[in-house]
């Protein structure tokens, strides 16, 4: 069993940035292939980044490539998601996503432990 939890979402203006964590416990992080996924209101639950604990691969979505980097620090259980140039459309509840083995990191099948969210909310 692998239980997440977000946190360091908020309120922020447009071209602001954001940090979020997602702290892991019950499996050590570092066995762990990890996702940020957001989901805006009424919509489905998208991917956003994801790192795999073997080889160390990161992958983003083409809507946050070169403004949103997800790291890892093994020590500390933790995984990051610094979000920088922030737009109202990226507001969302984002959720931390985990599983020891995953094949398609943008897929939301692929995962099978995920973290309760956190909102952010991007102001124009």
């Known amino acids: 069993q692998v239980h997440l939890v977000e946190s360091g979402g908020g309120l922020v203006q447009a071209g602001g940035s954001l940090r979020l964590s997602c702290a892991t416990s019950?499996?050590?992080?570092?066995?762990?292939?990890m996702g940020w996924f957001r989901q805006a209101p009424g919509k489905e639950r998208d991917f956003v980044a994801a790192t795999k604990w073997r080889g160390g691969g990161t992958y983003y979505a083409d809507s946050v490539k070169g403004r949103f980097t997800i790291s890892r620090d093994n020590a500390k259980n933790t995984v990051y998601l610094q979000m920088n140039s922030l737009q109202p459309e990226d507001t969302a509840v984002y959720f931390c996503?985990?599983?020891?083995?995953?094949?398609?990191?943008?897929?939301?099948?692929?995962?099978?432990?995920w973290g309760q969210g956190t909102q952010v909310t991007v102001s124009s």
């Open positions: 019950g499996r050590t992080l570092h066995i762990l292939d």
């Open positions: 996503a985990a599983d020891p083995s995953v094949r398609y990191s943008a897929a939301v099948s692929e995962y099978a432990y």
